[in-house]
Structure formats: C-alpha cells, structure tokens
C-alpha cells in the first residue's frame, strides 16, 4: 500500500524528461496502435487526457472539444495550464518540453498528479509529431502565451499575446494526412469516449462541437449521478429488476473505489472496469475483487436471511455466475502507481488493488442490503432462477462435450471439414441454409475451408437463457464443430463455473459468417454475431471472427462478367460497360441469394482468398456494443424502432 501524496505545486521543475521523440514518426503505430480509425481518434483521447488529468487532480470543471471545419480538432480546458517557465534541464519552456519530448509530462511527477490517464502514457508531443500543424494556447498566471509546430517541430518561440483573467490550455491539431489511411473524425466515436468520461468523472461538463457543417451540432455531456448515471444509461432498456443503484464509494484509501451496479431481467451480465479513466478491457486485479466480494456478499446474505431453500430432490448452491446473471456494473479506480499487463496492455496487475475493491464492494454491498430487504430478495431469487438453469445447462454441455471429443464421427453430420489439422491455416464457414451450403462445399478448397450449414434462424442470445441456447440444435452444432467449449473455465477468482470455453482449442483461425446480402441475411449475420459476443467473446477478442461480403450482383455483356456488391458500384460497371461495346446487351442479375451463385461464382466472388473481401468483426467500445445489442435484439420494442429510425440514414442492406 502507498500513502496518499498530497500534490505540490505544479511548475515547471514538476515536468520529467524521459526520452526522445525521433521514432514516432517513423514507427507511429507503435505509440498509437495503428494508423487507422481507431489510431486517429487516439490523438484526440491523448489530448482529452490531459485535461481529465487537471480534472482528477481538482482544477479543471470543464472541457470543450471542437472538430473545426478545416479538418483540425481543438481542446480547450479551464485547468490551471500547462507550465510555461524555463525548464532547466531542456534550457526551453516547460510547455515547449511537453509539446516536444515523449514521455516529458507532469504525471511522471507524483507529486503533481497523484493519479493520471492516458492509455499508453506516450503524451501529447505523439500528436503533435503525428500532425501537420499544432498549435498551443495557456492561460496562466495572468498572462496568455501561444506555439506552433509543424510535424513536432517547433516553429517559434512562445509568445506572450496578453493578459487574461482565467486560466487552461487550448491545444488545436491537425492530423498529418501522410500518415494517417484517413484524417476524418467521427463525431459518434468521439461522443461515445467523452460521455463515458463524464460519467467516470461526475460533475466534469464536457461539451462536444461540431462546426463542419452549415449546420453546427453539440452535446453536452454532464452527470451528477456519476456511475449510478452510467448503469442507467446503459440498462434502463432491459426492465430492470429494482429501480435504485446500488452504490459503493470509498475515498480514504490509497486506492479510490468507485462501483455502482443494478440487475436487469435479462440472461447476460454487462461488467466495465476503468482505471484512471482506462477502459480495462482485459479485467485484472480490481474485476478480481469485485467478483469475491459480490458472490460473497451475496451468499452470505442469502444465508442469513434463509433466502436458499433446498430440498430432498433440488440442493441449490449459488455461484459468482448466478450472481453476475443480468447484472450491469461498472468498476472505477484510481492507482497512482498502475501496473498494465496483457495482450492488449489493458489489464491491471497490481495486486494490491484486489484487497482494496474486495473490502469496499462486500461491505458496501452487505450494507445495501440490510437497508433495502426488497431488493435483497428480488437478487436471491433471480439467482436461484439462474441456478436451476445452470443445472440443466450442464447436463446440455455435457451432452455436446461427449460430441465434441476430436475425431470425425463426432463432428456434426452437416458439417463439411477440410482435411488440415493446424488451425491457422483452417477456415469454418457459417453458412445461412442447405442451399447455399451446397454451393459452398462443392466451390470450397476442401484443404483449407470447412462449411457448416446453419438451417433458419440462429436463437436470440440476448433474450435466452444458457440451457435454452444449448438446446438448440444450430448452437451445438457451432460449439462442436468450433471445439472450444462453450463459456468461461472459471473466473478470476478461481471460482468454477459451469462453462468450458477455451480459445486454445479453436479448430479454425477464421470463423466467417457468410449470410445472404439481403434483410433476413442481415438479421441472420446480427443474430450470429450476438451469440458471438454474448457467449464466446473469445473469438472476436482474438481476431478470429470474419463476415463474407457477397456481391449483390452480376453483371454479363457478352462474354465480359462482372459482380458488384452495392449499388453504386453497380451503376458505375454498366456505365463502362456501355462505353466500352455500346452494341451489346447487358444482363444485370440481382442475387437474392447466396443459394443462386454456382459453386464457382461463390468461389470466385466470396471464397477465394486471393480475390475474396473479408470484414473483420472488433469491438471499439464495449458500451456501445452492448448497447447496440440490447436495441437491436433486446425486448424493447420501442427502443428498436428508435435505434431503426435513428440509424436509417445508414443502412446499405435494404431490401423494398
């Protein structure tokens, strides 16, 4: 355990120097993960950081992002702004050293910034090498100074443009179009990151604007709830199983926790963990904790209040799984001292933490509930209700356990396998009807690529229970075919649970779902993808998971053939078709199928892989997937017309 620091002053002896910034333009992706969407929405996170940083440390209540009609953004706080005095060591200002040295900021200094953001902690000088031009504004100490650069170099010495009153720092960039695959700004990613941020930071305003248009937009993102906000936010479609939160907050301790968590009458659990405002992807020590002390709590509630009844026929015991069965929670902590691990760098290793959380959520928890019996009982019985089913759904697994032990004969009978046993090299088609799983068999390069034809609708994951998926013939035939189980092994607290789920025991390094390019192949594919992510997240987490792009279709003059996969590209082959043999008709073939393609059009269109198009399925924002799947799939009818209406503008499979 360390001891709470109380910040000194923030100057300019407070800035670190730790290295140089000679590579980042020539490697950027390894300082921002990658040079696409998700690299170029990073610069704009390095920059909010900072300012969530003053606001952590107590002196900054608002932030304003603008993405400017030139293409650039800027980020303006009314924090105390940045230093602009001599740095000693640099011989330059403080803010020169910031804007131009990685790894050269006040969050290496603990006694500036107890704790501090950033996901990599690479700085704000990586967006400034990576952009064409950049430009810093303080307010500080009563006077106003102003920098440029270009591609991270300093382009003149900081200049003081006044007086002023107030007090912050004003950074506007412009993304190097170089570099970058594309420089244009999402507005919704941006919100997404920014909502999520004033939730993990309550009272903080952040107000987002958009000035590209002729027509400006903005949101301002401001929660007093906090967390509470955040799991309202994200399970007030689900009907909810009580309406107050229960909230725990402990603030006098080396390490702040921060929790709120409410139950749904849903199957599937929605857990976010944030260190310093880091989205914790991967989980750790503080997921550990919390999961201790929930099943814990819980149980020895349950047990007080003689809320388990077993009988002669039925012993129920409850597990952390019961437990976690339509919950939604959210895990906040602050580390001054983060220890990241995993394969993304998004798993917090400090093993102190896990004490911490353990204490604060059980007797939060057990607290919560002595004062609110009501709900206490809603809990245990939708618990119990999760253990009978847990019951049967063993008993379904085992079943598909037995079917799944390597060896042909226990593989589906529909499925078609290719003769490779290294699954790096193997691919599993999931293919929608036995029609177009004819097709793909008979196209297929039977080495390399297995076909399992999927008949009708694939079950909703959203809206079933375990046993009721693992009844499903199409759901075992997935997980037996896949060969790694179904669910987790156990969780972090070593606790067993009901499910096998092991990645190492993948059979096909590419899982591609290849549907129809029409509304029924569409809600096949959402479907599909539900089950992916509700109940073998794995797979997307590895990069394993694909979706087919079939063309819509063929286009024939002649002996001249031609395949488009959407309208436009449609229009723009007959176009040249007709300039080049204006004499010859040309047959237009809209595939409502993947069943109408011969063997050898699939191939060629869809399967080949040296000509084939394939998306790979990610998920940028675990909020904003679960949320999309609870409108999409959930049982609130108006919420899916809503997401519908709202996102109508975007759709490109619509078939009239």
Partial sequence: MTEAVVPRAYSAESIKVLEGLEAVRKRPAMYIGDLGKRGLHHLVYEVVDNSIDEALAGHCTKITVTLNIDGSVAVEDNG????????KEENKPAVEVVMTVLHAGGKFDKDSYKVSGGLHGVGVSVVNALSKWLWVEVKRDGKKHKQDYKKGITQNKLKELGTTKKSGTKVCFHPDGGIFDEIIFDYNIIAERLRELAYLNHGLEIVLKD??????????????????????????????????????????????????????????????????????????????????????????????????????????????????????????????????????????????????????????????????????????????????????????????????????????GKLADCSNRDPAFCELYLVEGDSAGGSAKQGRDRRTQAILPLRGKVINSEKARVDKLLSNNE?????????????????????????????????????????????DGSHIRTLLLTFFYRKMKGIIDGGYLYLALPPLYRISQGKKEAYAYDDNEKDLTVERMQKDNKNTKINVQRYKGLGEMNPEQLWETTMDPE?????????????????????????????RRSFIEKNAKFVVNLDV
């Fill in 80 to 87: 105390r702004g940045i230093p602009v005095g001599l740095h």
């Fill in 211 to 412: 000035e590209r248009s002729d027509t400006p937009t903005s949101d301002t993102f401001k929660f007093k709830g906090g967390l509470s906000d955040f799991v309202k936010y994200l399970d007030e479609k689900n009907n909810p199983l009580h309406n107050k939160i229960v909230t725990v907050k402990k603030e006098d301790t080396a390490v702040p926790v921060d929790v709120a968590l409410r139950y749904s009458n849903t199957y599937n659990d929605n857990i976010l963990t944030f260190v310093n405002n880091i989205n914790t992807i991967e989980g750790g020590t503080h997921l550990s904790g919390f999961r201790s002390a929930l099943t814990r709590s819980m149980n020895v509630y349950a047990t007080k209040n003689n809320l388990i009844k077993s009988t002669k026929n039925e012993k129920l015991t409850l597990s952390g799984e019961d437990f976690r069965e339509g919950l939604t929670a959210i895990i906040s902590v602050k580390v001054a001292e983060p220890q990241f691990e995993g394969q993304t760098k998004t798993k917090l290793g400090n093993g102190d933490v896990k004490g911490v959380v353990d204490k604060a959520v059980y007797e939060g928890i057990l607290d919560f509930l002595e004062q609110n019996p009501s709900i206490g009982r809603r809990i245990i019985e939708k618990a119990l209700l999760a253990a009978r089913s847990r019951s049967a759904a063993r008993k379904a697994r085992e079943l598909i356990r037995r079917k799944s032990a390597l060896g042909g004969s226990s593989l589906p």
């Fill in 475 to 519: 759901v075992q035939s997935m997980i037996t075919a896949l060969g790694t189980g179904f669910g987790g092994a156990e969780d972090e607290t070593g606790e067993k649970s009901t499910g096998d789920f092991d990645i190492e025991r993948l059979r096909y390094h590419k899982v591609i779902i290849m549907t129809d390019a029409d509304v």
């Fill in 611 to 639: 000509r084939r198009t394939l998306m790979q399925v990610t998920v940028e924002s675990a909020s904003m997937a679960t949320e999309t799947f609870q409108n999409l799939m959930g049982a609130d009818v108006e919420a």
